[in-house]
Nanobody, 114 residues
Framework: QVQPVESGGGSVQPGGSLRLSCAAS????????MGWYRQVPGKEREWVAS???????AYTDSVKGRFTISRDNAKNTLYLQMNSLKFEDTAVYYC????????WGQGTPVTVSS
């Protein structure tokens, strides 16, 4: 089944950094508005960041100044650079199209703990 494949998650201490990757199988990253989302058990999936076809990025308020979304068109891959991580960033992170999402991938877990 065609779905994104997220990777790069892990366990870090507060203040640490991680870089997530999304191999966007089934999606042409450069031709779509792409987004990163996250979900905590028991809560709905929430939007974190997005980048449109023109390269314009947007972020939810809680990650502004700490996270950076980017893409590599040649590799058809989406990235999320996460710096200054906080406890509340702990979640499973997913990527997908902003409009008409395809089947969600497995996500990559991020745990921020001391």
């Amino acid at each position: 089944q065609v779905q994104p494949v997220e990777s790069g998650g892990g366990s870090v201490q507060p203040g640490g950094s991680l870089r997530l990757s999304c191999a966007a199988s089934g999606i042409i990253v450069s031709a779509n508005s792409m987004g990163w989302y996250r979900q905590v058990p028991g809560k709905e999936r929430e939007w974190v960041a997005s980048i449109n076809r023109h390269g314009t990025a947007a972020y939810t308020d809680s990650v502004k100044g700490r996270f950076t979304i980017s893409r590599d068109n040649a590799k058809n891959t989406l990235y999320l650079q996460m710096n200054s991580l906080k406890f509340e960033d702990t979640a499973v992170y997913y990527c997908n199209k902003i409009l008409t999402p395809i089947t969600w991938g497995q996500g990559t877990p991020v745990t921020v703990s001391s």
